[in-house]
């Protein structure tokens, strides 16, 4: 019978034990403290509108093969897609358009689209048609917008090269791009794909440098 008295005070060391996050020998490992860590919430995420160039449009082409029309497609594709796919992973996440003014803090994604010629220079890509379907490849950075923006390329330094559409470019050596093929017909899906992988890069990032961005 006084085997009880010993049995319940037993009950009560383990219980207030579990109450103040210690971790007693043989006890469950469910009364360790919770581990917190630095990435417990998500830095605001500012999606930039792409870059890419546009070849006067030709009067005799029917409205559907504006060339502004298919550039602007697949620059909107890109933002939007992006941004919904930041959204349904748990970022806030805001458009950025030509002449917005660029935040201080918070995760800037930024791009452009670009195609190698036939002697293998980066070149910016170009809109023709709407029957363009040639290749292309988007260039996305992601970077700390608390940090002062690295230009992602400059005009290359070659005879009759000109800052126009098509133009030669040298790609930053400073700063990280990753490219992704596509085409200038390219359908939703693709783009899809593209903003799933980049949101999955930067989760990754963060999760594995909390620090890497600021909260």
């Not at 919770?34 to 990435?39: D, E, G, H, N, V």
């Not at 290359?156 to 093929?181: Q, W």
Request: proline letters at 8%.
């Amino acid at each position: 019978m006084k085997a009880l008295p010993r049995a319940a005070f037993l009950a009560a060391i383990l219980l207030m034990a579990s109450w103040s996050g210690l971790e007693l020998a043989g006890t469950p490992a469910a009364v360790k403290a919770p581990q917190i860590t630095a990435f417990s919430t998500k830095p605001p995420v500012y999606v930039n509108d792409f870059e890419i160039d546009v070849v006067p449009a030709n009067p005799a082409n029917k409205p559907e093969e504006d060339p502004h029309k298919q550039a602007s497609r697949l620059v909107e594709l890109m933002s939007t897609k992006v941004v919904d796919t930041l959204e349904k992973a748990g970022y806030t996440a805001t458009r950025m358009h030509a002449g917005d003014t660029r935040p201080d803090s918070g995760v800037g994604i930024r791009g452009v689209f670009a195609e190698v010629d036939s002697e293998n220079h980066w070149r910016r890509a170009v809109i023709h048609t709407a029957t363009d379907s040639g290749k292309m490849q988007a260039l996305v950075a992601v970077s700390n917008l608390a940090k002062p923006d690295q230009a992602l390329y400059e005009i290359a330094h070659l005879p009759g090269n000109e800052p126009g559409p098509g133009a030669v470019v040298t790609l930053s050596s400073y700063v990280p791009l990753t490219k992704y093929d596509l085409t200038k017909d390219a359908k939703e899906d693709a783009f899809q794909q593209i903003a799933s992988r980049i949101v999955k890069d930067l989760t990754d990032l963060l999760e594995r440098n909390p620090a890497a961005i600021p909260q």
